[in-house]
Structure formats: C-alpha cells, structure tokens
C-alpha cells in the first residue's frame, strides 16, 4: 500500500465550477499537509500549507484536513482555465527526513 | 532572484550508460532534494543534501549517487542506465527544516530518456 493515494484522473470542468481534489493516505505521524501546482513543462510550486487538521483558506483556494479519517482535500472556487495543471498533494511528520507526494490529479478547466 | 536551475534540461542515454545531472539551488539555500517523477507514478525522493552531507536517501539502489558541493551545488549521478530509469529529475532547494512547510522551491527538471 502507498503511504499517500491520490486518484490521477484526469479531471475536466467547466469554468467556473468548483473543484474537489483528494488525497487519502496511511501514516497516522503526518501532521504537515501541502498542496502543491505543476504546470506543464514546469517544477511543482507550494500552493497551500497546512499544518495538523482543520481548514485554511486563500483566495478562491481551501485546503482541509481530517487526520481521523487519514484525508485531504483542495478546494477550487470559481476555477479558470488558468487553473488547468496537475495538483499534487504531499505531506511529512514531524521532523520528517522527506517529503512524500501523491501521484498527482491532471486537472482541465474547460472555457 | 534566481530560482532552481537544472542542466541539462534533456539527455538521451542508452542502457548501461551513466547519466549526470546538475543542479543549482536558490542563492541561501542549503538543502538540496532530488526527486523522480516518472511517467503515472508521482514524484519519488531520491537523496537529500543538506550542508555537503547525505541527510536522507528514497527507496533506489545504490547506481543513483549523488553529492552536494561547498557552493550547494548538487549532481546526481545515475550509472548502468535502465528503461526504466526514463523520467523527469526534479532538483528542490531550501532552508533547513522546511521539509515542515513544505517550502520546497523546484527546478523545471532534467528530462532523462534511455534507449
């Protein structure tokens, strides 16, 4: 079993619609959460960080974390075609030697 | 401020050849990270560097090999190259325990193709 699951898609809506993208995984030591944005061609970039459970918001974008239930998701509101790349989520323990990434969910907003 | 630069940006190889790639981190960062992003299969760590030492290594054999230098420059080196070994290298830096907040700042990658 992988420590981290992510359903890869590929995901496509339309603009304007919100999106829910997921991550499960089995290390109950993790307690830092992040998601990070690839876009095509492109390294991955830190988009949110959360620490622990609960909800942190930024702009039209929401991360959650149930540590009960092992998951974590990103939240897009309003989503624009700029949004279109792959969404990994990757998270680690504390004092954690590495950081450990899910398979990543290609994700197509359709003007 | 310069970002993560990685060279080369592609390389082509056949099996059993040695590959080397090259990274350079964000000017104050000390930590370096390779990761694997293969084709469906994510990213995968390889090696962590963090002031010239080894301070982690994935789940890959011995053939991948690396190093950091005094100017945090890192290389990672891939000997008796497989098909498999085809993927996307990505170079990360940061400061020390940023593995917490994830502030981890990648490169575009080194695009690696066996034949």
């Known amino acids: 079993q992988k420590e981290v699951e992510q359903d890869p898609g590929p995901l496509s809506v339309p603009e304007g619609a919100i999106v829910s993208l997921n991550c499960t995984y089995s290390?109950?030591?993790?307690?830092?959460f992040m998601w990070y944005r690839q876009y095509s061609r492109k390294g991955p970039e830190l988009l949110m960080y959360?620490?622990?459970?609960g909800n942190k918001e930024d702009g039209r974008f929401t991360a959650q974390v149930d540590k009960s239930s092992k998951y974590i998701s990103l939240f897009i509101r309003d989503s624009q075609p700029s949004d279109s790349a792959t969404y990994l989520c990757a998270m680690s323990a504390q004092g954690a030697q590495k950081l450990v990434f899910g398979q990543g969910t290609r994700l197509t907003i359709n003007p | 401020e310069a970002g993560v630069t990685q060279s080369p940006t592609h390389l082509i190889k056949t099996r059993g050849q040695q590959a080397t790639l090259r990274c350079s981190p964000i000017s104050g960062h000390t930590s370096v990270y390779w990761y694997q992003q293969a084709l469906g299969l994510g990213l995968q760590f390889l090696l962590w560097y963090d002031e010239g030492e080894e301070r982690n290594r994935g789940n890959f054999p011995p053939r991948f090999s690396g190093r950091q230098f005094p100017n945090y420059s890192s290389e990672l080196n891939v000997n008796a190259l497989e098909l498999e070994d085809s993927a996307l290298y990505l170079c990360?830096?940061?400061?020390?325990?940023?593995?917490?907040?994830?502030?981890?700042?990648f490169g575009e990658g080194s695009r690696l193709t066996v034949l």
């Open positions: 990360a830096s940061s400061r020390w325990g940023a593995l917490d907040t994830g502030e981890l700042f």
């Open positions: 959360t620490y622990s459970s």
């Open positions: 290390n109950s030591a993790f307690q830092y």
